[in-house]
């Protein structure tokens, strides 16, 4: 059985930082593209970033890139999401998925037509999310 675990959510201030990690299990972590998803309150699934874990390529979205970094440890099955200079529009239930054999363009569109249900069910793996706020 596939199981993607995230942790380390909380509530930060604005300008802080947070560490995100997602323990994958029940298939093979270094053969495929790993992703963190996000979704605010009354807004849609919004793609972060990804890295392909085998050759250690990372994507950003342009809202994030120079404050987040993707990185990935294959030997701990673990995937990871260094969050700096927080804004308050980051906050949102962060998620781990995997578009697993799907190409990791065509799935990232694909999204944005897609609720975290639809998507868990149909679209790769995915985690149960961690919550970030950030507030002052």
């Known amino acids: 059985e596939v199981q993607l675990v995230e942790s380390g959510g909380g509530l930060v201030q604005p300008g802080g930082s947070l560490t995100l990690s997602c323990v994958a299990s029940?298939?093979?972590?270094?053969?495929?593209?790993m992703t963190w998803v996000r979704q605010a309150p009354g807004k849609g699934l919004e793609w972060v970033s990804a890295?392909?874990?085998?050759?250690?390529?990372?994507y950003y979205a342009d809202s994030v890139k120079g404050r987040f970094t993707i990185s990935a440890d294959n030997a701990k099955n673990t995937l990871y999401l260094q969050m700096n200079s927080l804004k308050t529009e980051d906050s949102a239930v962060y998620y781990c998925?995997?578009?697993?054999?799907?190409?990791?363009?065509?799935?990232?569109?694909?999204?944005?037509?897609?609720?975290?249900?639809?998507?868990?069910?149909?679209?790769?793996?995915w985690g149960q999310g961690t919550q970030v706020t950030v507030s002052s």
């Open positions: 890295i392909n874990v085998h050759i250690g390529t990372t």
């Open positions: 998925a995997t578009p697993h054999r799907a190409p990791l363009g065509a799935w990232i569109a694909a999204l944005a037509t897609m609720s975290y249900q639809d998507a868990a069910k149909n679209a790769g793996y």
């Open positions: 029940g298939f093979t972590f270094g053969m495929y593209d």
